[in-house]
């Protein structure tokens, strides 16, 4: 049966003793989110929802996947994602490195990565669902107005709405590489 194990040694090494994270806890915006003691148990904590709840998942997610009903326009998710889902967000980990002003926890963004790297490692499928929530909520806090960061960025942040990316083109489907579409 495959299984996961979050390379935690290997992270807190290049987080501690190569990048020295804990270093950014001396700036104002992460002194209490860079410490060395949040930096290291907001690891334990990913890890164990990794490997505890979001590997075993990965199989189901692969063979049965998502599925659109067009009659009722809704999405099904992969039996158990659903409340796999709602453990991650309560734990709050939809929030890590989004802004306090939205309800996130402003933790830097090296340890966001860090900690979506555990996710992703565990259940690719599942890590998509706050990776691209999290591309919606990074393109609208640098540049969207505050009429739409006001109506938006709490509701992603504290994982009440998801973001998407719907992309195709005839021929070539989710290969970006083939996508020849210009925006005008």
């Known amino acids: 049966m495959p299984s996961y194990k979050a390379p935690l040694d290997d992270m807190r090494f290049v987080l501690n003793e190569v990048l020295d994270v804990s270093q950014l806890a001396k700036l104002d915006s992460f002194k209490e989110v860079a410490d060395l003691e949040t930096i290291n148990s907001s690891l334990d904590m990913v890890a164990e929802m990794a490997e505890e709840v979001l590997q075993p998942l990965n199989v189901v997610g692969d063979k049965e996947g998502c599925k659109f009903d067009p009659k009722t326009r809704s999405v099904t998710t992969p039996p158990g994602f659903k409340e796999a889902y709602k453990k991650f967000k309560d734990a709050g980990f939809t929030s890590f490195a989004c802004s306090p002003e939205y309800g996130g926890l402003g933790m830097p963004v090296v340890m966001s990565t860090a900690l979506s790297e555990i996710v992703s490692s565990a259940n690719f499928?599942?890590?998509?669902?706050p990776g691209l929530t999290h591309g919606v909520y990074t393109a609208l806090e640098a540049v969207g107005s505050k009429e739409l960061k006001?109506?938006?960025?709490?509701?992603?942040?504290?994982?009440?709405?998801s973001g998407t990316m719907c992309l195709t083109e005839s021929g070539a489907g989710t290969e970006l590489g083939l996508i020849e579409t210009t925006a005008t």
């Open 125 to 129: 499928s599942f890590g998509l669902y």
């Open 150 to 161: 006001d109506k938006y960025l709490s509701k992603l942040v504290s994982g009440d709405w």
